[in-house]
């Protein structure tokens, strides 16, 4: 059984930077490919970053330049930074993890930008 348990959300400001982790434990595979999601309340969960296992990164238009996806497989964990944020990037970010056909989602994490 697989788990993905994310941290480092919280309140930041318009501006401010956060980072996001998410930390793979119990039967632990080499995941084809990490990555983040957001969702709003009543709206559809949207990829935001994702990286595969070799490294290769993605991310959306709308983060592009600002946030950047990282991982560190020794560690099964998988980093977001994310700068200069903005209040539409209010949001529970959930970190997913894909081996196979099978998929792997944490609990979620709230990300809040207000002054």
């Known amino acids: 059984h697989v788990q993905l348990v994310e941290s480092g959300g919280g309140l930041v400001q318009p501006g401010g930077s956060m980072t996001l982790s998410c930390t793979a434990s119990?039967?632990?595979?080499?995941?084809?490919?990490m990555g983040w999601y957001r969702q709003a309340s009543g709206k559809q969960r949207e990829l935001v970053a994702s990286?595969?296992?070799?490294?290769?990164?993605s991310h959306a238009d709308s983060v592009k330049g600002r946030f950047t996806i990282s991982n560190d497989n020794a560690k099964s964990t998988v980093y977001l930074q994310m700068n200069s944020l903005k209040p539409e990037d209010t949001d529970v970010y959930y970190c997913?993890?894909?081996?196979?056909?099978?998929?792997?989602w944490g609990q979620g994490t709230q990300v809040t930008v207000s002054s």
């Open positions: 990286i595969t296992r070799g490294g290769r990164t």
């Open positions: 119990g039967r632990i595979f080499s995941f084809d490919v």
């Open positions: 997913n993890a894909r081996v196979a056909s099978f998929a792997y």
